[in-house]
């Protein structure tokens, strides 16, 4: 069974950092892609940064600059770095990640992770 657990989130003001991590654990043959989403309240869940196997990233034009997507292979877990946040930022982080897990290819989600940008 595969899981992805996320934590980092929090309470942060604007202009402040926050580092989200997410793990995947379970029977992986192979990770194509991670990547964070965001869905903040009334809102669809939208990309914010992807990272394939090979280290390209993808990032949305609201992160761009200020985010930086992440991967550690050997401990199956990615990361984003957020700096400089701003108000609209806020919502609930999704980590997703598209792996092989025994013959099955497949996208799985974490649980999420609230990020809130409040002064």
């Known amino acids: 069974q595969v899981q992805l657990v996320e934590s980092g989130g929090g309470l942060v003001q604007p202009g402040g950092s926050l580092r989200l991590s997410c793990a995947v654990s379970?029977?992986?043959?192979?990770?194509?892609?991670m990547g964070w989403y965001r869905q903040a309240p009334g809102k669809l869940r939208v990309l914010v940064a992807a990272?394939?196997?090979?280290?390209?990233?993808n990032y949305a034009d609201s992160g761009k600059g200020r985010f930086t997507i992440s991967r550690d292979n050997a401990k199956n877990t990615v990361y984003l770095q957020m700096n400089s946040l701003k108000f609209e930022d806020t919502g609930v982080y999704y980590c997703?990640?598209?792996?092989?897990?025994?013959?099955?290819?497949?996208?799985?989600w974490g649980q999420g992770t609230q990020v809130t940008v409040s002064s």
């Open positions: 997703n990640a598209d792996l092989q897990s025994g013959l099955q290819r497949s996208a799985y």
């Open positions: 379970g029977t992986i043959f192979t990770i194509y892609s």
């Open positions: 990272i394939i196997d090979g280290g390209s990233t």
